[in-house]
């Protein structure tokens, strides 16, 4: 069974451009996640979607936003990057929504610079 | 807001020797989840407990969650070295649909 898939694995990208990642979830799972881990802030919650939809959103800036497919896939994209954007952008997969009592799939993440 | 608090950050211990991580949580939450994660890889998924009292062991770990003290335990018996890890334990949010996670506790085992 494929895990989930996370493209590109790294990317680099000066300020101000904008960036889009992408996210298969394992076949079957209808959740994605998405969190966004750094040396200072850790690990944190940016968005879920559930059946197309965006059911949940973090903390985050407006320039922090994302969709999902009909075929469960998901994008997120953000605007305008800025220096502290650098992070490992992780995709988490789930049948249903959020963790529940399986917990997340997740997948290998995408390794954004900005410089 | 959840907050999630771990300690110790750091641990570096023998092999052979016994410790334990500690993961205490602000508010009520009844899903207490611990995640394994080896330098520049993802999240590995290690115990999910889904109520007070549960215990699970794997190998030799063994996490237990006592919702009423708000705090999840993850004891590490006669560590090797392909433990070393960083460990997080994550809350699941108000809403059930999120994870808050701690800072991670960051394992060296040494000989």
């Known amino acids: 069974k494929a895990g989930v898939t996370q493209t590109p694995r790294y990317l680099i990208k000066t300020r101000g451009q904008q960036v889009t990642l992408s996210c298969s979830p394992i076949?079957?799972?209808?959740?994605v996640s998405w969190y966004q881990q750094t040396p200072g802030q850790g690990l944190q919650f940016l968005f879920e979607?559930?059946?197309?939809?965006?059911?949940n959103k973090g903390n985050f800036p407006g320039r922090f936003s994302g969709r999902q497919f009909s075929n469960s896939r998901s994008e997120m994209n953000v605007s305008t990057l800025e220096l502290g954007d650098s992070a490992l952008y992780l995709c988490?997969?789930?049948?249903?929504?959020?963790?529940?009592?399986?917990?997340?799939?997740f997948g290998s993440g995408t390794r954004l610079t900005v410089v | 807001e959840l907050k999630v608090e771990q300690n110790p950050l750091f641990l570096s211990m023998q092999e052979g020797k016994n410790y334990t991580i500690y993961c205490n949580y602000s508010t009520t939450s009844d899903r207490l989840y611990w995640y394994r994660q080896d330098p520049g890889k993802s999240l590995e998924s290690l115990f999910v407990l889904l109520s007070n009292g549960a215990v699970k062991q794997e190998g030799r770990l063994m996490a237990s969650l006592d919702t009423k003290a708000r705090l999840s335990t993850l004891h590490i018996t006669a560590a090797v070295h392909d433990l070393s890890a960083t460990y997080f334990c994550?809350?699941?949010?108000?809403?059930?649909?999120?994870?808050?996670f701690g800072k991670g506790t960051s394992l060296l085992v040494t000989p």
């Open positions: 988490a997969s789930s049948q249903r929504r959020g963790p529940r009592g399986y917990g997340y799939t």
């Open positions: 994550a809350a699941a949010s108000n809403s059930g649909y999120a994870l808050n």
């Open positions: 076949s079957g799972h209808r959740s």
């Open positions: 979607y559930f059946s197309e939809t965006q059911r």
